[in-house]
């Protein structure tokens, strides 16, 4: 499975923190007939990732809903309780993104983005990636080389809409 | 599953430094010293937040009376979660260590990993806390899944 446009974007069951806590979502039903933005990063509290990546999209979610996104989901491989955490410290939630946990890394596995870093601590991880979906189809895919966070920002991926 | 008399595994740890993240050996924090070491499922957790890293922060002073050298907080998470984990909480300006398990060697190592699949956590930390002098273990407070009772800092301080 790879990020290629009119692929569908894989199946993975998620996990969010709900009113009452962690409950699961299943990716395709919860993408189904709309338009979304999906981007995914190594990890919460990682540098780019909260100085850059993350920012990136709270700028531009308005413009986005202004193109007829639906929602903006970003996917890391960490646990909900991180995620919430993560998603207050860095304005996303406030700017309406929704956070999702790919916990035990399925989803970024099944798409042949994952990477290992264990000196920096990071195992089973998500390389950057950012992508419209209609209906679950990929419109467009903007694929990060590892390492970098250059194609995969809100602004470029906003460019291609 | 680790146990009174056990000498703790020679496991390799990360803590953030000033230049990024670096290794951290646990025999050299652990040798000839007098060493708390807590552990628990995971960074930002509400009883992790909540109870458990708190006790410690009340009691760290009375640890320190007690001939403690160093209180050890260990976690299967990254090193950049538990490095603003540790600001967040004021474990940090209390003076407490906090080490990553990144891929739950350690964890694993001492028996004490579980699942819990419906909040996303995958060989994430039993709750405990322990004393070992000299890399072995004195004092082992194993709480039940779900509970946060005997691992906590005054539970363990009645040990000393």
């Known amino acids: 499975m790879s990020l290629t446009v009119g692929n569908r974007f894989p199946g993975a069951s998620l996990v969010r923190m709900g009113e009452d806590g962690p409950e699961t979502v299943d990716l395709a039903g919860y993408v189904a007939g709309r338009k979304v933005v999906l981007f995914a990063l190594p990890g919460a509290y990682t540098g780019p990732c909260s100085t850059v990546h993350m920012p990136s999209f709270v700028r531009t979610a308005e413009a986005f809903r202004g193109k007829g996104v639906d929602e903006i989901i970003c996917v890391a491989v960490n646990d909900p309780f991180v995620l919430k955490a993560w998603g207050e410290a860095t304005g996303a939630a406030a700017a309406g993104i929704t956070l999702l946990g790919d916990a035990e890394g399925k989803l970024t596995h099944a798409l042949g983005m994952g990477f290992s870093a264990p000196h920096l601590g990071l195992i089973g991880r998500s390389n950057r990636y950012a992508v419209v979906l209609e209906d679950g189809v990929i419109a467009h895919a903007n694929v990060d080389k590892p390492g970098e966070c250059n194609i995969s920002k809100g602004e470029e991926l906003l460019a291609a809409l | ?160």
């Not at chain 2, 996303?120 to 000299?134: K, P, Q, T, W």
């Not at chain 2, 509970?147 to 539970?155: F, K, L, P, V, W």
């Open chain 2, 1 to 160: 599953m680790l146990s009174v008399g056990d000498r703790l595994p020679d496991a390799t740890l990360l803590r953030m430094g000033p230049d990024g993240p670096e290794q951290v050996r646990l025999s050299d924090r652990t040798a000839a010293r007098k060493v708390v070491i807590f552990a628990l499922p995971g960074a930002f957790t509400p009883t992790c937040d909540s109870a458990h890293l708190p006790s410690f922060i009340r009691t760290k002073a009375q640890y320190d009376a007690r001939g403690v050298d160093e209180i050890i907080c260990i976690s299967v998470n990254d090193v950049h979660v538990m490095r603003y984990w540790g600001e967040m909480s004021g474990a940090a300006a209390a003076g407490i260590t906090l080490l990553a398990d990144p891929d739950a060697s350690y964890t694993r190592a001492v028996g004490l990993a579980y699942d819990n699949p419906a909040v996303g956590f995958y060989n994430r930390s039993r709750r405990y806390a322990l004393i070992a002098e000299d890399g072995v273990v004195t004092a082992m407070h194993l709480d039940q899944p779900g509970q946060c009772a005997i691992s906590t800092g005054e539970a363990l301080l009645e040990e000393l």
